[in-house]
């Protein structure tokens, strides 16, 4: 649990009044038998997410979603850009994947470090997210 205390003392830091903090929650479970830890603060300017089964932050992505406006509509277009740590496509994968299923609407800041990347370990991350993110809206 050495990760959340971490992530708990960073967070009650006095933050300026344009990043003003608005959800900070964090859960520990356990995914295919791996103690797991997801971390979600939302500010009024972005998103950061931790997700984490090796109790360290990983690598760290940045992920901002844009509209492109065509003829047919309107799309979804998300960047995803490695900041530091394993430029693996799984990462990267795993981390856009997450940023579209929690539908971002602010730049997110993604720490993820998975001992897998299959798709029921995201999805299950997911799961947790989005449960976390229900809790708090209601």
Known sequence: MELLDVMKNLTIKHTESESEQKLFRSVAADIDDIPTEIVIAEY???????????????????????????????????????????????????????AEAINITKPLCIFISLKSYDIETVKACKDIILDIKREESE
């Open 44 to 98: 009024n300017d972005k998103i950061l997410l931790i997700v984490s089964q090796y109790q360290k932050i990983g690598s760290m992505l940045m992920i901002q979603r844009d509209q492109v406006h065509s003829p047919l509509g309107t799309e979804n277009i998300f960047t995803t850009k490695v900041i530091f740590g394993a430029t693996g496509e799984e990462q990267q994968v795993a981390a856009r994947y997450l």
